[in-house]
C-alpha cells in the first residue's frame, strides 16, 4: 500500500491555462475528497466522490472547476482558464465509508499550484 | 450545515506546559469530530476522533480531546507540551450517516518554546 498519491507535486501555469490534476486513492477505498488549502488556512471542501459518483460539489466552486472519477479508481481535477486566485495546494484525500461508520481520511501530499 | 470555530489562530506555550487548543462545532444534531495534525512538509493526519461512544477520546502522543454537548465543544489537550508536538491543528466535523463530507476549521498553529 503506497498511500494516495497526487501528481504533479508542484505546477507553475499562467494566468487563462488550463490544468489538470491526477490523484490516486488507496486501492479498496470507496471515498474521495477534493479540498484547496492556501497558507495559514484550513482545508477547504471542494467535491467528493462515493465510487465514480460525484455526491456533492462545493457551492462556493465556480464552473471552470471539474473533477472526474470514472471508474471509481482515480480521480482528475480540471482548473479552465486559470486565474491568480487559484494558486494553492489541492489536496486530495480517501477513505472506505461503510454504513455509518466514521471515515478516517487518508490525505496525499497535496498538488501546490502556482498561477502567473 | 455544520461548521466548527477554532480559537485561536496561534497558540504558543512552553516545553512541558498544558496544550488546549480550542474548537467549537455547530450541528443541529451530534456530529463526528476530529482533530487532524499537519506537520511541517507533511500531509495531514489524523490525531483522534469523537464518534459517540466515551466523551473524552484518546488519540495518539498523548493528546485527548472531550466532547460537551452543553457548550457544543471538542477542545484538544495534552498534559505536557513537547517540542515535537510543533504543527499545525485542524478540527473537523461531519453529520453522521454515510454520505456526509467533512469540514474542516481554519487551523491553529502550535509553538512550543524550550
Known amino acids: 500500500d503506497t498511500g494516495v498519491s497526487q501528481d504533479p507535486r508542484h505546477k507553475i501555469t499562467k494566468r487563462g491555462q488550463n490544468v489538470t490534476f491526477r490523484c490516486d486513492p488507496i486501492?479498496?477505498?470507496?471515498?474521495l475528497y477534493w479540498y484547496r488549502q492556501t497558507l495559514g488556512q484550513g482545508p477547504e471542501f471542494l467535491t467528493y466522490?462515493?465510487?465514480?459518483?460525484?455526491?456533492?460539489k462545493s457551492r462556493l466552486l465556480s464552473d471552470r472547476f471539474s473533477a472526474e472519477r470514472p471508474k471509481g479508481s482515480f480521480s482528475t481535477l480540471e482548473i479552465q482558464r486559470t486565474e491568480q486566485g487559484d494558486s494553492a495546494m489541492y489536496l486530495c484525500?480517501?477513505?472506505?465509508?461503510?454504513?455509518?461508520?466514521?471515515?478516517?481520511?487518508?490525505f496525499g501530499s497535496g498538488t501546490q499550484l502556482s498561477v502567473l | 450545515a455544520q461548521s466548527v470555530t477554532q480559537l485561536g489562530s496561534h497558540v504558543s506555550v512552553s516545553e512541558g506546559a498544558l496544550v488546549l487548543l480550542r474548537c467549537n462545532y455547530s450541528?443541529?444534531?451530534?456530529?463526528?469530530l476530529f482533530w487532524y495534525v499537519q506537520y511541517p512538509n507533511q500531509g495531514l493526519q489524523l490525531l483522534l476522533k469523537?464518534?459517540?461512544?466515551?466523551?473524552l477520546v484518546k488519540g495518539i502522543n498523548g493528546f485527548e480531546a472531550e466532547f460537551k454537548k452543553s457548550e457544543t465543544s471538542f477542545h484538544l489537550t495534552k498534559p505536557s507540551a513537547h517540542m515535537s508536538d510543533a504543527a499545525e491543528y485542524f478540527c473537523?466535523?461531519?453529520?453522521?450517516?454515510?454520505?456526509?463530507?467533512?469540514?474542516f476549521g481554519s487551523g491553529t498553529r502550535l509553538s512550543i518554546r524550550p
Open positions: 469523537y464518534t459517540s461512544a466515551a466523551t
Open positions: 466522490f462515493q465510487n465514480e459518483a460525484q455526491l456533492e
Open positions: 450541528s443541529s444534531v451530534p456530529p463526528y
Open positions: 473537523a466535523v461531519s453529520d453522521r450517516g454515510s454520505a456526509s463530507k467533512i469540514i
Open positions: 486501492s479498496e477505498h470507496n471515498r
Open positions: 484525500a480517501s477513505s472506505l465509508a461503510v454504513g455509518e461508520s466514521y471515515e478516517k481520511l487518508f
